[in-house]
């Protein structure tokens, strides 16, 4: 594996679609691969290391749906409960004036029907309006002012979901996301540096997005055409700015080896954070209703998508393989039928996330395995 492995990572690098890269492999259990190449900082010709601190953006999902978890284990709430349980001015209509029921499980799902729309007026992009510096208060009553895509249940999208949730944990707690998050989560779990925030500025690798001629350092905002038919905005200043509101769709801040403390955590049962038929009903298929909730041959569960049909998928990992990434630049995937969590994390979006990268690192550790 580390040949194929190496192979792959060199090649990105040499072929100029990275900047810099740490990609960590476990099997089992076992350490079987572990590398930081490249630069963190070009500007600064800093290199890449274990320890570099990333932009997480995506990543902070799946550790919003552990805090949610483990708040459900202990019992402060329901997978069932409506989202007006907690948040009782919380209520999105559909295009039609009715307010349905949204439940924890649609949030967690991305079946809410949440719009992923812009809660600010035209004048205001065209101002710079920092829509993060709003409040909660306001973010939520505009979040609350756009139409349900659909009905709760009956779709499948990728929004604000998971932002709503973090504020849920942090009410729960009687504080902020972050306050959830480090109680039930990442303080049991020792992951120092998975913050709200940089915990070590020294340490932060520099962003870069796709450029015609290779990565550039990103702009603050800084954006870049997609492969979905769009475009991707980043503001990778935000990190920086402790005012902002805690996104729980993609606002911290982390290293490869806290998050991988997080996906073995998950593989092996939930540790001391979550109960061994929690994480299995998180890693299984929460959308049995859709027929492809992310995409042909995906489901998707608690944590991320699930591999339903690799086939369809084009995929060499087995069904049941949980996967997703980070915006950023980063991938990661649990497969329970091989014993396997793999994390690729890198300073460069969106190759490291969505590009042939991703799908490289993926195909390599299949092909050793033979």
Not at 87 to 101: E, I, K, S, T, Y
Request: hydrophobic share 40%; aromatic share 8%; proline share 6%.
């Amino acid at each position: 594996m580390e040949t194929r492995l190496d192979a792959v990572v060199k090649r990105a690098l040499a072929e100029n679609r990275i900047v810099g890269t740490v990609l960590i492999v476990r099997r089992n259990g076992e350490l079987v691969y572990e590398t930081a190449q490249g630069l963190a900082d070009c500007e600064s010709g800093r290199p890449m290391s274990l320890d570099t601190i990333f932009r997480l953006s995506s990543l902070t999902k799946p550790i919003v749906a552990a805090t949610i978890l483990a708040l459900a284990d202990a019992g402060r709430l329901r997978l069932d409960d409506q989202v007006t349980d907690h948040l009782p001015d919380f209520r999105p209509r559909l295009a039609d004036g009715v307010a349905p029921d949204i439940t924890i499980h649609h949030l967690l799902t991305h079946t809410s029907g949440l719009s992923s729309a812009s809660i600010l007026s035209a004048d205001e992009q065209a101002a710079g309006v920092n829509r993060w510096r709003l409040g909660t208060g306001e973010i939520f009553d505009r979040l609350a002012a756009l139409p349900l895509l659909f009905a709760p249940g009956a779709g499948w999208s990728y929004g604000p979901s998971i932002d709503v949730l973090g504020v849920i944990a942090g009410k729960l707690v009687g504080g902020l996301p972050e306050d959830a998050i480090r109680q039930y989560v990442t303080d049991p779990l020792r992951m120092i540096d998975s913050r709200f925030g940089v915990t070590d500025p020294a340490r932060l690798a520099a962003a870069y997005a796709d450029g015609a001629s290779g990565p550039v350092l990103m702009g603050d905002p800084h954006t870049v055409p997609n492969q979905w038919g769009s475009t991707t905005t980043f503001d990778p200043g935000r990190i920086f700015d402790g005012q902002a509101f805690q996104s729980g769709g993609g606002g911290m801040a982390g290293t490869a080896p806290d998050f991988m403390t997080l996906l073995e955590t998950l593989r092996t049962g939930g540790g001391d954070i979550l109960r061994p038929e929690t994480v299995a009903q998180g890693l299984a298929d929460q959308t049995p209703q859709l027929v492809h909730a992310q995409g042909p041959g995906w489901k998707f569960g608690y944590f991320g998508a699930w591999l339903d049909d690799p086939a369809l998928a084009q995929s060499p990992a087995p069904r049941g393989t949980v996967r997703w990434g980070g915006i950023y630049g980063h991938n990661w995937f649990i497969d329970p039928t091989n014993g396997l969590s793999v994390l690729s994390m890198s300073n460069t979006g969106l190759e490291g996330s969505d590009g042939a990268y991703r799908d490289e690192v993926r195909n390599a550790v299949y092909e050793a395995l033979g």
